[in-house]
């Protein structure tokens, strides 16, 4: 180790800047849910770099994002750059390598330091046993908190409570993979995203009032007995017996593999359009041209020119509007009813509020309010009854008792109205509003049955955009398309590059399974062990390298194996009493019967992933439904779409 002047220092940080600048991290297709793995490229002070493609060692200022590099010592992996105030993940030695896919300058008291998120193999990294179970996204730890937190004593989770707890929404297969350390295929809260889960719901036949749980049927898949043996026979160390187990695991999915390796965005997306066998989805992709998708790029694959002078008409108006008036290009698309709507959600009201710029759609959101309005401003449960026997009429007695058994206002409302569905609607926007939803949000989770869906995506751009021009500007696209186009128009505003467009546009008619498999295999690069560790999760890899020199069924996924522990870890406060009647417990056991001991799938893989339709076994069951936006693509009007 040596030093370097202040002088040659402030050079450094100098030439590092405009590096960095010109730097761009590889897009993940979900952020949230790709894995951190931060290491130092350098130390404090020190040019020299821990990474090198060729002896001897160059220096950190010359790595690029991108690079494909080799570690030159061994050294701790974290969290984030710089982050020495929790525990390491683990550690990765000399001679591993690792694809540079971000790049970080930190500045220090003592200089300059360049840190490096790297895509590496999980069997290359020795995690941190001592931290317990393996490291878990903030996302996942937010998931099993919220669970823990609604079934405490008894409690019931359901899918709106968890949505209401964690700002996503949650499938019983993203529940169970959350908590084992695999992907946390959580939804986003978004209109795209509520299309994407809405069709899940139906494949699990469930609704947002219904119990969510962990449920045992939706573990990833691992491997069997065979293929352990196997590779055992034809390896002659523990890293290319994992790599060779993990390869078998994933070859339902070889061709979106082939996909995940191709060096570019819009090569990834060409193949995986091609691989859908989806003759309306590879022209939407080749009309699209490559490249990050755009509104623009969306409106273009319309071929009526009357739509696409009607968005430069609105661009225009956006562009020649001030500011507070440039809204008004895009509301005046809308029927006046949703005008109204808009502009009283766009004018700061109070999450108290909220349910009445609904009012003018609904004489019974207009009750609704009223009376709200009138219960919240009574100063005791008397006062209360008369507000609601003065609106109302009917039988005092049977009012008192809404009011008794009810503390929100709205609640109170709700049951002297008798349960409306125009009620019940209200009462939930109102309980998004207090869970901290912004505007967008109560348009696209709480509008349902008041406002179309062209409506709610044009209105939940326009709030989302604020006053910002440019993205009011952008909107127009969605503003002028037809329904389902315009959450095309949704999803290349929201994407990370053409592979998130992609998952996001099929999303709504995908498989699950399939979906989280193409974001790992993306993730992973196509490394076998990676895509096991993010489909199955890193538990079921690390019991994995047990089997190469124990006993199946005992020494590696046996009835107590890593994947049950760390289940019974996450939920131990649930697992006490009532004994074996307990639903966590139940849960637990059965994922234990699945995973290990002589009747789990290590012996009889069939049992549970022998369905013809099931995505492992009949992989092109892609984007199904007859229906779907890809497979019917005249149900876009107008009808000649380019794809």
Known sequence: MYSISFAMQRIAVVIFTLFLTHTASIACPIPQRCDQYWVAAQD????????????????AALLEVGDRLLATTTMNVRRRPGDFTSPIIGTMKSGVSVLVQDVKLLSTAKGPQIWLRVRVAETSIQFNEEAGQPVLSANAQKVISCYRQL?????????????????????????????????????????EGRAIFDSFLKQYNLTKDSALSLDAKVIPRVPNKETIERCRSESTNREAFTTCVTRSMSQSFDAVFECSKKFTEGEKLACLAT??????????VGCLAGGKPSPDKVLACATDPAIVEKADDIRRCVADATTSNARDCLLTQLGDEEQVVAKCLLSNKSSVD??????????????????????REAENNADKTNCLVSNLGGDAANLATCVNKNGEAIDVAVCALGGSKEAQIAQKMLRCAKA??????????????????????????????GGDKARLAACAAGTVLPEDAARLVGCATSSQGPTSFALCAAGPSMNEEWRIAAECAVQSGGNPVGFAGCTAGRLTVRELTKCFTGEIGKDCFGPNNTIVKTLNNAYSDLTKGPGEN???????????????????????????????????????????GDNSVFNNPSQLEPRNWRF
């Open 436 to 465: 901290g939803r912004d505007a967008a949000s109560i348009l696209a989770n709480c509008s349902e049955g008041v406002l179309d869906e062209k409506s709610r995506q044009t209105l939940g751009c326009v709030v989302g955009a």
């Open 275 to 284: 691989q859908t066998q989806d003759g309306a989805f590879k022209s939407l």
């Open 354 to 375: 909220v349910p009445n710029c609904f009012s003018g759609v609904s004489p019974e959101f207009q009750r609704l309010s009223e009376m709200s309005n009138c219960v």
């Open 151 to 191: 079934s405490f004593a008894g409690k019931t989770a359901t899918v709106l409570g968890m949505y209401e707890c964690s700002g996503s929404w949650i499938t019983p297969r993203a529940l169970l993979l959350c908590s084992i350390g695999a992907a946390c295929a959580t939804i986003d809260d978004t209109i």
């Open 44 to 59: 404090v002070g020190v040019p020299l770099s821990f990474f090198s493609v060729i002896h001897p060692q160059r220096d």
């Open 582 to 624: 307990n639903e966590i417990v139940r849960a637990i056991k059965a994922v234990g019967d699945i995973t290990g001991g002589p009747n789990s799938v290590i012996n009889n893989p069939g049992q549970i992933w022998g369905d013809e339709n099931s995505v492992f076994n009949n992989p092109q069951q892609i984007l199904g």
